[in-house]
């Protein structure tokens, strides 16, 4: 449920509504807007039926919310959810790109391409250090070392950096040396390291499964939000179906039917989506269309030897023009151009 405080509601009278919450064994997350603030109450159902707050100084209506996730629901929070990484601001008006290697490989490619894809307008540098492979015989990302790189990268371009954490032991050390920590499809519905990662103060960007509803997905960003970390960027990257002309399936229409069920910024991979380079700048301008708040998108200075996802990977040049189309698909959709 959803108690909204009065205009003018104190200090004090919301500290009672919160010993009320706790008296009850219930949590809640506050968000104190420009008007008023509103309080989401979290915990089990039979639970939060017993609180009794109507009758409170300072509240002014108690709404049900009726979908299964909460926090997340717009139904909390009308605005959407702007996320601060550095200076760039995920989920306002501008779209944001998060551009760079399937994986990080050696320092100077990743510099290079890190410095490509600034200058072609690109806010994030995306890289993974820990690669969630299908095979245990493939490539599985040199680790710590790969950290540091991109820690390195970031330095030369100012560029937050993006990567994967595929396991809970391992959140301290990416923490370390990242500004937005990345779920794997594989690991959407890896429940510990949802919930671990709710405890630490980095920006999540959550990954859709690879068979997942919309539904299941705003489920898996409310184990983050309920831990106590609001700043969850969701990220379609396409399922799997029937179809195999493309890697996965992008599922756009999650895009609009995300924006309506939650304030959360909305990401689109058209990269992992389609699996296929020619299909990427097609699918990034229709995810734009679609009201995307940004992009993942692979880039590699040479493709054709990349240590994996060679094929799905745009040259530097390629991603230039990706972005120069992006930008006014944006413009046309109302959105701030990215370049
Ligand atoms: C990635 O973005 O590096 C990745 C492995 O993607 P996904 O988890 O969507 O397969
Ligand atoms: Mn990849």
Known sequence: MIIVMKQDATSEEKERVYREIHRVGLRYQAIHGVERTVIGVIGTQPDTGRIQVEVLPGVEKVIPILRPYK????????????????GVEIGGNRIVVAAGPCSVEDE???????????????SLLRGGAFKPRTSPYSFQGHGEPALKSLARA???????VVTEVMDTMDIPLVGEYADILQVGARNMSNFSLLKELGKQP???????????????????????????????ILCERGIRTFENGTRNTLDLSAVPALKEATHLPVFVDPSHGTGRRQYVEAMSK???????????????TNPEEALSDGEQSLRPEDFANLMESVRRVAQAVGRTAVV
């Open 108 to 122: 100077e490619s990743l510099i290079a391409v890190a410095e490509h894809v600034k200058r072609s307008g690109a």
């Open 71 to 86: 926090l997340a629901s717009r139904e909390l929070k009308k605005d959407g959810t702007v996320i601060a990484v550095n």
């Open 286 to 300: 229709a995810a734009i269309a679609a009201g995307a708040d940004g992009l993942l998108v692979e880039v590699h």
């Open 154 to 160: 970031r330095e030369v371009t100012g560029l937050p």
């Open 202 to 232: 980095k920006p999540v960007l959550l990954k859709r499964g690879r068979a997942s509803t919309v539904t299941e997905l705003l489920m898996s960003a409310e184990y983050v939000l309920s831990g106590g970390n609001m700043n969850v």
